[in-house]
């Protein structure tokens, strides 16, 4: 079955850059119907959607955030990355991963991590 | 960006009880609209696709129905494992939006 698995340090510091990776387990990043993507959760809040990226490499961005977010796969590792630069407090939240059908009639997020705390102090 | 506009924020039910959701969009998204459900230190768990659509394994106490900007998640008979909060999605557009959530708490 099919597995999502968020890693990275919980804590960052004001300024600098949040790396988040997601180890896909059960199955193969590489499928032609998905793309995988980011979602956050400041604590007590409501959800954000950051970014989705397909196996080949094509990504698209939440407008209010893509100056910010890079989010690049690793197909050998079967593995997606999530990169947040210029972090405040503002970025803490539980960043999830993701999974959604690609097709354009389709993109509800139909399998989700744990989720990953991660804290901006200094 | 398409804003999405859940009521209300909180709704006090009794085990038994109907209840219903609303989700709102700023425009229309067709029938592009999931519901999700969402228990405390877990990650959402898709209810709804296609804004009518259950997912497999749901139980069909839930139900959704709307197209264009009024959508509504309902379930039949309130049972003691429903109580979550519960937030509707929109992916008419590739800039996904999410309500803000409803929580669902025991009377």
């Known amino acids: 079955q099919l597995q999502l698995q968020e890693s990275g340090p919980g804590l960052v510091k004001p300024s600098e850059t949040l790396s988040l990776t997601c180890t896909v387990s059960g199955g193969s990043i590489s499928s032609s119907i998905y793309y995988w993507g980011w979602i956050r959760q400041p604590p007590g809040k409501g959800l954000e959607w950051i970014g989705s990226?397909?196996?080949?490499?094509?990504?698209y961005y939440n407008p209010s955030l893509k100056s910010r977010v890079t989010v690049s796969v690793d197909t050998s590792k079967n593995q997606f990355s999530l990169k947040l630069t210029s972090v405040t407090a503002a970025d803490t939240a539980v960043y999830y991963c993701?999974?959604?059908?690609?097709?354009?009639?389709?993109?509800?997020?139909?399998?989700w991590g744990r989720g990953t705390l991660v804290t901006v102090s200094s | 960006d398409i804003q999405m506009t859940q009521s209300p924020s909180t709704l006090s039910a009794s085990v038994g009880d109907r209840v219903t959701i609303t989700c709102r969009a700023s425009?229309?998204?067709?029938?592009?609209l999931a519901w999700y459900q969402q228990k405390p230190g877990k990650a959402p768990n898709l209810l709804i696709y296609?804004?009518?659509i259950l997912d497999s394994g749901v139980p069909s106490r839930f139900s959704g129905s709307g197209s264009g900007t009024e959508f509504t998640l309902t379930i039949s008979s309130l049972q003691p494992d429903d109580f979550a909060t519960y937030y509707c999605q929109q992916y008419n557009t590739y800039s996904y939006t999410f309500g803000q959530g409803t929580k669902l708490e025991i009377k």
């Open positions: 990226i397909y196996y080949g490499g094509s990504t």
């Open positions: 296609e804004a009518s």
């Open positions: 425009q229309s998204i067709r029938s592009w």
């Open positions: 993701a999974r959604h059908p690609g097709k354009v009639t389709s993109r509800y997020f139909d399998l």
